[in-house]
């Protein structure tokens, strides 16, 4: 992480989306999905997604065709 800071020292001004993602989207990194938004629905932070479903939890999109996919 060190390279990358020194390589990219603007990447600093990231630091409270790095926080944010730690804390309301940690699910994303504990699963090992990557999110990509081309629609603009968006994905819900983690207390939303913990009370709607399990599959929610473990599929950021929580729906069956994401899942197959």
Do not use: F, K, Q
């Amino acid at each position: 992480m060190n390279d990358i800071r020194v390589a990219y020292p603007g990447y600093e001004e990231t630091s409270r989306l790095d926080e944010l993602r730690a804390t309301e989207y940690g699910y994303l990194d504990e699963g090992g999905h990557v999110y990509l938004d081309y629609t603009g629905a968006g994905i819900s932070e983690r207390p939303v997604s913990s009370s709607v479903s399990s599959t929610a939890s473990t599929d950021p999109a929580g729906t069956p065709r994401s899942a197959a996919a």
